[in-house]
Nanobody, 125 residues
């Protein structure tokens, strides 16, 4: 059974940093895109960042570009999201996702088959 388990969320002041981790088990994703999304209550799940299987290609939402960095360690089957210069509007639940197929990066949530349970990030002003 495939599982994605996020960690690293929490409470931080505006301007601060957090590092989210997502550890996958049950299968390897070394050739598959992995990504991060976020979802506020009553809103659609929003693309944040994604990284190709080999780690050489990344994509970011305009709202986080220059502040967030996605990376992965395929030996650990883990993807990371380093979040710097956090803003109150970054407050929400963050989800890790993995594409079931080895293909180019997708920004649509529907393209990802596997999801973590989510981790809360709260940025105070």
């Amino acid at each position: 059974q495939v599982q994605l388990v996020e960690s690293g969320g929490g409470l931080v002041q505006a301007g601060g940093s957090l590092r989210l981790s997502c550890a996958a088990s049950g299968r390897t994703f070394s050739t598959n895109t992995m990504g991060w999304f976020r979802q506020a209550p009553g809103k659609e799940r929003e693309f944040v960042a994604a990284i190709s299987g080999g780690g050489g290609i990344t994509a970011y939402a305009d709202s986080v570009k220059g502040r967030f960095t996605i990376s992965r360690d395929n030996a650990k089957n883990t993807v990371y999201l380093q979040m710097n210069s956090l803003k109150p509007e970054d407050t929400t639940v963050y989800y890790c996702a993995a594409d079931a197929r080895p293909r180019s990066i997708r920004r649509e949530a529907g393209a990802y088959e596997y999801w973590g349970q989510g981790t809360q990030v709260t940025v105070s002003s």
